[in-house]
């Protein structure tokens, strides 16, 4: 069986991912809020924070998260919302993979290797963690 890399797992989500992302944020920041059009503001620029990260654009989606959580922060929302809204973004996306994926191994396995990078690039910078601790 051949190794098989993340690539592929990548491509695919970057066709499909992006309406179920932006469905799924819009649902949970509605339901974190009472303001419809914040929940919207958020959901946009959260949204765009993942295109930059399924994308590869590492640099563009430190600076959306950084700019991520000082909405956050202006929204009164807790430092641990942006971490529990991602999670539910990884369990989503691994489900929807699930249920594509079983009858290819190969295809599940490219997916569950770029589900696995996504979510390691999800873990705060150092820097962003000396900014939460200030």
């Known amino acids: 069986m051949p190794l098989t890399d993340s690539s592929e797992g990548f491509?695919?989500?970057e066709q499909w991912s992006g309406p179920l992302i932006f469905d799924r944020l819009l649902a949970a920041y509605r339901s974190r809020l009472n303001n419809d059009l914040l929940a919207r503001e958020l959901s946009r620029l959260h949204a765009r924070a993942w295109r930059a990260l399924v994308g590869g654009d590492i640099q563009d989606f430190e600076?959306?998260?950084e700019a991520l959580v000082s909405a956050h922060e202006r929204a009164g929302l807790a430092r641990g919302r942006l971490a529990e809204i991602d999670a539910e973004i990884v369990i989503e996306l691994l489900e929807v993979v699930v249920s594509r994926t079983r009858r290819s191994r190969r295809a599940a396995r490219t997916y569950h290797l770029a589900l696995t990078e996504?979510?390691?690039?999800?873990?705060?910078s150092e820097r962003a963690a000396?900014?939460?601790?200030?």
């Open 130 to 134: 000396i900014r939460a601790a200030a």
């Open 11 to 13: 491509s695919g989500l």
């Open 118 to 124: 996504l979510a390691a690039r999800l873990r705060p």
């Open 63 to 65: 600076r959306l998260r």
